[in-house]
């Protein structure tokens, strides 16, 4: 079975043939919107018609790292946009400022 577990694993399977023809069904199936949006009653999506959608991703609902055996999964498939791609990992754009002067009134 493969794993993902190193940077190298996972570039290397972001690159494969296999990832980006079932990335593509799982835009398909979500009709280029972002459900992580749709969820809040939002729509998001983009035009489409070069093939470049810069701004959505596909989203593993469960981790390769976790859950190698679902990474071709269309179920475990999920359109994000790269907002609430990066909710979704607590990733932000920006850093909290650290303050310590501040602790107190957090
Ligand atoms: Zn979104």
Redesign the pocket.
Known sequence: MNEYKTKEQKLRFYKSKEWKYIRLEALKRDNYE?Q??KRNGLV?TEHHDSGKHKRLDVDHIKEIYTHPELALELDNLET??I??HNKKHNRFMFRKKKNKWDDEKW
């Open positions: 972002c992580g949006c998001y994000l946009c907002k609430c």
